[in-house]
């Protein structure tokens, strides 16, 4: 069945100019911010969401028509309401999400702080639960909808330091897999994308070897191919997600070898 053409002007342009209507999550810096760019310069319309608004009206200066600014800050479930109404108003119809907005906090001496816990799946998986829920009435307005959401290679094996980060990834990996099990019999296109070390505001104050660091520009470039593709899980680059996999399969391997060389706990707290 044909769908009625959206009545929204950003929605009618674009479906008649065979153009994408796009919604970026943690787009006002790094590989989000990078994925805008290619994709305004390739004349798809991106509605850009984050928490720095300053960040966004920066970022949308040079294409003012092709990029419509949300600001709103995916963990917070009611915000994020409220951000769905405001997209409502912007579109009809979605072609193409990409939650990219994400945090990073590592454990130091195995700290356990929940609420650091909490902060970083409201970004990384909460946030992402949020994203998918506004934009599923308008990702059922398209001919050919994709979500993907943007988890990490960490989630592959337990690295030291990344109990809050690695388990927020691979929270969303499941869930993403659980997604596109739940749409396999509906038109919804369903891809995680999982980088190594890409060279952003969030991995400028690592202090360790970062193996094979990216520019978010690669990422970008990287991404897009892969959904120009058809698979469902993007991983990059090759010669970090290779190791990685197999030694998810090896795992005594990783634990016996790799992670005490990468640990920085030499005794247990006992207090
Ligand atoms: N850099 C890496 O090595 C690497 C590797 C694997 C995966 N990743 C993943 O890639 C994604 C993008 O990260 P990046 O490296 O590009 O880092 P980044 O430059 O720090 O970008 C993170 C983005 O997320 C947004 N964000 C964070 N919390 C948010 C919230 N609560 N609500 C709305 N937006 C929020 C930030 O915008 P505001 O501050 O404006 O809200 C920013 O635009 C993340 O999911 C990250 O986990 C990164």
């Given at each position: 069945?044909?769908r009625?053409?959206p009545?929204?002007?950003?929605?009618?342009?674009?479906?008649?100019?065979?153009?994408?209507?796009a919604?970026?999550t943690?787009?006002s810096?790094?590989?989000?911010?990078?994925?805008?760019?290619?994709l305004?310069?390739?004349g798809?319309?991106?509605?850009v969401?984050?928490?720095n608004?300053?960040a966004?009206?920066?970022?949308q200066?040079?294409?003012?028509k092709?990029?419509?600014?949300?600001?709103?800050d995916?963990?917070?479930?009611a915000?994020?309401?409220e951000?769905?109404?405001?997209l409502?108003e912007?579109?009809?119809?979605l072609d193409?999400?990409?939650?990219?907005?994400?945090?990073?906090?590592?454990?130091?001496d195995?700290?356990?702080?929940?609420?650091?816990?909490?902060?970083?799946f409201?970004a990384?998986f909460?946030?992402?639960?949020?994203?998918?829920r506004q934009?599923?009435?308008?990702?059922?307005?398209?001919?050919?909808?994709?979500f993907?959401?943007?988890?990490?290679?960490?989630?592959?094996?337990?690295?030291p330091?990344?109990?809050?980060?690695?388990?927020?990834?691979?929270?969303?990996?499941?869930?993403?897999?659980?997604?596109?099990?739940?749409?396999?019999?509906?038109?919804?296109?369903?891809?995680?994308?999982?980088?190594?070390?890409?060279?952003?505001?969030?991995t400028?104050?690592?202090?360790?070897?970062?193996p094979?660091?990216m520019?978010?520009?690669?990422?970008?470039?990287?991404?897009l191919?892969?959904?120009?593709?058809?698979?469902?899980v993007?991983?990059?680059?090759?010669r970090?997600?290779?190791?990685l996999?197999?030694?998810?399969?090896?795992r005594?391997?990783?634990?016996?070898?790799?992670?005490?060389?990468?640990t920085?706990?030499?005794?247990?707290?006992?207090?």
């Open positions: 069945m044909n009625p053409l009545t929204s002007p950003a929605g009618r342009d674009h479906q008649l100019a065979g153009k994408k209507i919604w970026i943690g787009a810096s790094g590989i989000g911010a990078a994925l805008v760019r290619r305004v310069a390739e798809h319309f991106v509605i969401s984050g928490r608004r300053d966004l009206l920066k970022l200066q040079p294409s003012p092709l990029i419509k600014v949300l600001t709103c995916v963990g917070d479930d915000a994020m309401v951000a769905g109404r405001a409502a912007i579109t009809d119809q193409l999400v990409i939650a990219c907005a994400g945090v990073c906090e590592y454990e130091d195995l700290e356990l702080d929940v609420k650091r816990y909490r902060r970083v409201d990384n909460f946030g992402v639960v949020n994203t998918l934009a599923l009435p308008l990702l059922a307005n398209s001919r050919a909808p994709v993907v959401a943007v988890g990490s290679l960490s989630s592959v094996v337990g690295f330091r990344a109990e809050a980060y690695g388990a927020s990834k691979a929270a969303l990996s499941y869930f993403m897999d659980s997604v596109r099990a739940d749409t396999s019999r509906v038109r919804l296109r369903t891809v995680l994308v999982r980088p190594g070390f890409i060279d952003t505001p969030l400028k104050s690592n202090d360790f070897d970062m094979f660091l520019s978010p520009e690669r990422a970008a470039e990287r991404i191919r892969g959904l120009s593709g058809n698979a469902s993007i991983d990059f680059p090759r970090l997600s290779w190791p996999r197999m030694l998810g399969v090896l005594p391997v990783w634990y016996k070898l790799c992670a005490p060389r990468m920085r706990i030499r005794k247990l707290r006992n207090t």
